[in-house]
Nanobody
Framework: EVQLQASGGGLVQAGGSLRLSCAASGFTFAHYAIGWFRQAPGKAREGVSYIDNRDVFTWYHESVKGRFTISSDNAKNTVYLQTNSLKPEDTAVYYC??????????WGRGYWGQGTLVTVSS
């Protein structure tokens, strides 16, 4: 059974940090890209960052560059998203997803986990 378990969300003041974790099981982790997405109330879901475990390629949304860092621990089948200098506009439910080749085919063929809520107070 495929599982993606996102955790690490919480309430933090602006300028603070959180480390989000996405623990994966049920598929060959090293063959997949793992992505973080977020959805704020009343807004569309947007991609935040992803890492391709096949070649360690990373991508960040412009709004989080320099503040967020994605990393992967293949031994633990877990991807981390270190979020620093958080802003109120980072408030959202954060989801993780896994897909084989998102650079070519997007994120529609893989797996999605449940979300973890990040709330940044001003």
């Amino acid at each position: 059974e495929v599982q993606l378990q996102a955790s690490g969300g919480g309430l933090v003041q602006a300028g603070g940090s959180l480390r989000l974790s996405c623990a994966a099981s049920g598929f060959t982790f090293a063959h997949y890209a793992i992505g973080w997405f977020r959805q704020a109330p009343g807004k569309a879901r947007e991609g935040v960052s992803y890492i391709d475990n096949r070649d360690v390629f990373t991508w960040y949304h412009e709004s989080v560059k320099g503040r967020f860092t994605i990393s992967s621990d293949n031994a633990k089948n877990t991807v981390y998203l270190q979020t620093n200098s958080l802003k109120p506009e980072d408030t959202a439910v954060y989801y993780c997803a896994a897909d084989v080749n998102p650079r070519s085919t997007g994120w529609g063929r893989g797996y999605w986990g449940q979300g973890t809520l990040v709330t940044v107070s001003s």
